[in-house]
């Protein structure tokens, strides 16, 4: 039986407060061995994933976490990885399915935002030749209350599937029924509920001569680092959901050599066959 990640994705939250009740080392074992075979954006980029204590709260305070709010949690998972092109997407991606293998161990968590990864290394006494990419908080939620209430987070402030995907030119907003049509209408609706920085949602999908290709926006409010690893979480749910409902999906970095027009707040980062 493979994973079920329509499952996972709609019981995952971003959780900020947390119990101060340590995992079981079995658990954060589970996750670590999960790191290293992990499907990953490019096998060939090396990566070092490790898992810390709460000792690391104190340490990155004031270093990471928005405007320099660290989030206190028991354990943190940090990624290191080799300088490589699409690295960073390529974090987001092993990051957003590490929050899914979390969330079948019945553990919350929540990616950190950091603008220095130079800092993180010093605060943490880390000595490594990689850089790190992505910081995510572990632990059980402060504010956990009776199963089946996970899903009310997630369905305020999303934008509308004919926002995020448009068919055959940009603008023209797909209609659920032609996506359920093509098979592709649970892909997009899950992918509707991947965390994103701000949840600014910057991505939006163009389906166009047998091909989803990915957009992102550029935004004042979010740095070239954040783009990237909102990036690699959406590349990693929408190949989740197709691999495990359609047909095993491959995205190509680059952009298709079809002639597009978007808007210029918007680059092409991806696309794959459908």
């Known amino acids: 039986m493979g994973i079920n990640y329509q499952n996972l994705i709609l019981n995952t939250k971003s959780v900020r407060e947390y119990k101060k009740d340590t995992i079981d080392n079995q658990k954060l074992k589970t996750i670590k061995d999960y790191a290293q075979n992990c499907i990953k954006i490019d096998d060939s980029i090396e990566t070092d994933v490790r898992i810390l204590s709460n000792e690391a709260y104190l340490s990155l305070h004031g270093v990471a976490g928005y405007k320099g709010n660290m989030i206190d949690a028991p354990h943190y998972i940090i990624v290191l990885s080799e300088k490589k092109p699409y690295y960073i997407e390529n974090a987001g991606y092993i990051g957003q399915n590490l929050i899914l293998k979390a969330t079948e161990l019945g553990i919350a968590s929540c990616w950190i935002t950091f603008s220095d990864s130079q800092a993180i290394k010093d605060s943490l006494n880390i000595v490594s030749d990689k850089e ?3 910081l995510i908080a572990l632990g059980y939620d402060a504010n956990a209350s009776q199963k089946g209430s996970a899903t009310s987070s997630h369905i305020d402030y999303k934008i509308g599937l004919d926002e995020m995907v448009y068919i055959d030119k940009w603008g023209n907003g797909a209609d659920a029924s032609v996506l359920e049509e093509r098979g592709l209408l649970e892909a997009f609706a899950f992918s509707k509920l991947a965390p994103s920085t701000l949840n600014g949602q ?11 290709i990915l957009a992102i926006r550029k935004d004042s409010n979010t740095n070239t680092y954040e783009q990237k690893i909102d990036t690699g979480i959406i590349m990693f749910v929408f190949q989740a959901i197709v691999s495990s409902t359609l047909f095993n999906l491959q995205w190509k970095l680059e952009k298709p050599t079809d002639s597009i027009e978007i808007p210029e707040e918007f680059e092409i980062v991806s696309y794959c066959m459908v």
């Open 132 to 134: 790190v990419v992505a």
């Open 202 to 212: 910057p991505w939006r999908f163009l389906l166009t001569g047998g091909k989803a």
